[in-house]
T-cell receptor, first 113, second 114 residues
Framework: AQSVTQLDSHVSVSEGTPVLLRCNYS??????LFWYVQHPNKGLQLLLK??????LVKGINGFEAEFKKSETSFHLTKPSAHMSDAAEYFC???????????FGKGTKLSVIP | GAGVSQSPSNKVTEKGKDVELRCDPI?????LYWYRQSLGQGLEFLIY????????KSGLPSDRFSAERTGGSVSTLTIQRTQQEDSAVYLC????????????FGDGTRLSIL
């Protein structure tokens, strides 16, 4: 069974400093991977997706993620945090040709002014 | 354009009552999904509809839960004889096609069982 591990349940950064949210996936083949963001009382919004075209994926709002097969990782980064980035972030995996998503437990990002 | 729409946004009901949650997917999206998000459990898959095919109900937690999708568009999730453990946020998502297409989520229905 697939599993997605988000290594930090909570990350706190100062405004203007870099953001790193860590994610490891379990699939032995190349999966489809996504990062979603959820603001309070809102649904999940897609930040970016990896589908094997390029290992460095750029998303919305300045976020990007790098697929590293050797490390089975798909960490999310942003060079400079903004107050509006405070939210919960989910790393998500979809198996080959599968509609079923496997969600990580989520990482809550706090941004300190 | 319009996103996935869910109603009601909040629902408070007494234990034992039935509830209906509605999802209106993005126009043209053939695939529709229901998830439950609760503290300590994260996001759980409930059910999946694709076109006119039989739905995948493998995630429904009990026979008190059922869902239908009429005319390949709007979906209703029904919970009968609600229990306190049913309290959660119920999220609906749709995608243009099944498979590894990104799913687009609604804002959810926050269900509270008293």
């Amino acid at each position: 069974a697939q599993s997605v591990t988000q290594l930090d349940s909570h990350v706190s950064v100062s405004e203007g400093t870099p953001v790193l949210l860590r994610c490891n996936y379990s699939s032995s083949y190349s999966p489809s991977l996504f990062w979603y963001v959820q603001h309070p009382n809102k649904g999940l919004q897609l930040l970016l997706k990896y589908t094997s075209a390029a290992t460095l994926v750029k998303g919305i709002n300045g976020f990007e993620a790098e697929f590293k097969k050797s490390e089975t990782s798909f960490h999310l980064t942003k060079p400079s945090a903004h107050m509006s980035d405070a939210a919960e972030y989910f790393c998500v995996e979809s198996g080959a040709g599968s509609y079923q998503l496997t969600f990580g437990k989520g990482t809550k990002l706090s941004v300190i002014p | 354009g319009a996103g996935v729409s869910q109603s009601p946004s909040n629902k408070v009901t007494e234990k034992g009552k039935d509830v209906e949650l509605r999802c209106d997917p993005i126009s043209g999206h053939t695939a529709l999904y229901w998830y439950r998000q609760s503290l300590g459990q994260g996001l759980e898959f409930l059910i999946y509809f694709q076109g006119n095919s039989a739905p995948d109900k493998s995630g429904l937690p009990s026979d008190r839960f059922s869902a239908e999708r009429t005319g390949g568009s709007v979906s209703t999730l029904t919970i009968q004889r609600t229990q306190q453990e049913d309290s959660a946020v119920y999220l609906c998502a749709s995608s243009l096609l099944p498979g590894n297409q990104p799913q687009h989520f609604g804002d959810g229905t926050r269900l509270s069982i008293l």
